[in-house]
C-alpha cells in the first residue's frame, strides 16, 4: 500500500502558478528524489506535503488517510529546510535530541541515539557547540541529523547536501541512503543537483513549472526521456533540427540544416515532418581525421574542456550547428587545438527522436 498518495494537488500564489495537477504515489519506504530548476514548484510541493502549505485543490493521503484536517505535529513526518531551523539557544546535541524527546524517549536513549547519528555526520565532535559556533554545512548536517534522530516514518528534506563541500556531500549521498534503509524510512527529497538524485534515488521526478515532467527509476528516466526538456535535464544531450526525409522498416532519414542527412533507427514519424533528434554527448565518437561511415559529419573544435573523468569537446559543424562530445582524457585526441578540422560520428541506434515544439526549440529548453 503506497505511504504517500497525491491527487490533482495545485498550488497559486496570486498569479504564480506553484503546483498543477500533481499526482504520484511514493510506497512505504522508498526514496523518491524531486529534481527541477530554481522556481520549479520543488520546495512548495515539499512544504505541501508537509502541511505547512495548504494546496488550493487535491487531496494528499498517508497510508490511505486523507490529511486535510491533520496538523502538521500529527503527520509522522519531519521536514528539513534548506534554511536549518536550528534552535539558536541549544547546542548541537539538544538540538537532535529535541525531537525524541518531545516524543516521550528517555533522556539517556535520546542522547545516546544523537550522538550515533552525529558521528554519522561527522559532527560528533562538536556536540556541545551552539549553532552560530558552525558553519553553514555544519548546520545543515546538524539539521540533517535532528531529522533522521526524530524517528518520524516520513522524511522531507529539501537540499539536504546543498551547503556540504563536494567530497563530504558524496559521502552522505550514501550514508542517507543506508540510514533510509535500515530504518525502513520512507524518504522524499528535493534537490537541483542530477547526480546527487540519480546515485540516491528508487525513483526520480522531474519537475518543471509546477508541473510533473516524468517520474520513474533513474535508468529508465535517462534512457527513456518523455520530451525534449527531460532529456536536456538529465544527462548532457545535443539536439538537431531537421525534417523527414523518408522513411522504411529499418529507420528514418533526417534532412538537417545545409542539406546535410543524418539516419536514425526510428519510424514513428512520416516525410516532411519536423523533428528534434537527441543524442547523448557520450555516444558521439570524435576523430580527429576524416572517416567514412553513416552518420559522419565534418566541423571545426571550438572548444576543450577538461572534467576530470572526461574531456567535453565542442565542435562548430560546416552547417553551423556545435554539437558536443565526451571522451576520455587519455585518448589520442588530446593533441587537438581549437580550429583543427575534425569529424563526429554517431550510431543510428543512439539517437532519440521528438516532435518539434510548437513554440520552437529554444523555448522548449527553458525550465522557466
Sequence with gaps: MPA??????????????????????????????????TGSGKTT????????????????????KNMKDVAVEDRNAVYVPQTYALFPHLTVIENVCFGPISKGVDLNEAKNRALQIL???????????????????????VALARGIASNTKLLLLDEPLGALDARLRLELRVELKKIAQENGLTVIHVT???????????????????????????????????????ANFIGNTNFIEGTILKRNTRGSSIRIRGGYQIMVDDTSHVAEEPVVTAIREEKIKLFDHPIEAKNTLSGDLIGANFLGTFIRYEVKLDNGDILAALHPPNSDLTKLRLGD??????????????????????????AY
Excluded at 212 to 226: F, K, W
Aim: glycine share 8%; hydrophobic share 35%; proline share 4%.
Design 4 to 37: 504517500i498518495q497525491l491527487r490533482d494537488v495545485s498550488k497559486r500564489f496570486g498569479d504564480t502558478r506553484a503546483l498543477e495537477s500533481i499526482s504520484f504515489d511514493v510506497k512505504d519506504g522508498e526514496y523518491l528524489c524531486i529534481l527541477g530548476s
Design 45 to 64: 510541493l515539499l512544504r505541501t506535503i508537509s502541511g505547512i502549505i495548504k494546496p488550493d485543490q487535491g487531496e494528499i493521503l498517508y497510508d490511505n
Design 119 to 141: 558521528k554519522l555526520v561527522k559532527l560528533d565532535k562538536r556536540a556541545n557547540s551552539y549553532p552560530n559556533e558552525l558553519s553553514g554545512g555544519m548546520q545543515q548536517r
Design 192 to 230: 537541483h543537483d542530477q547526480e546527487e538524485a540519480m546515485s540516491i534515488g528508487d525513483r526520480i521526478m522531474i519537475l518543471r513549472k509546477g508541473r510533473i515532467q516524468q517520474i520513474g527509476t533513474p535508468l529508465h528516466v535517462y534512457l527513456s526521456p518523455q520530451n525534449i526538456f527531460v
Design 341 to 366: 578540422r575534425v569529424a563526429i560520428s554517431f550510431e543510428t541506434f543512439h539517437t532519440k527522436i521528438f516532435d518539434y515544439p510548437v513554440l520552437g526549440l529554444k523555448r522548449e529548453l527553458e
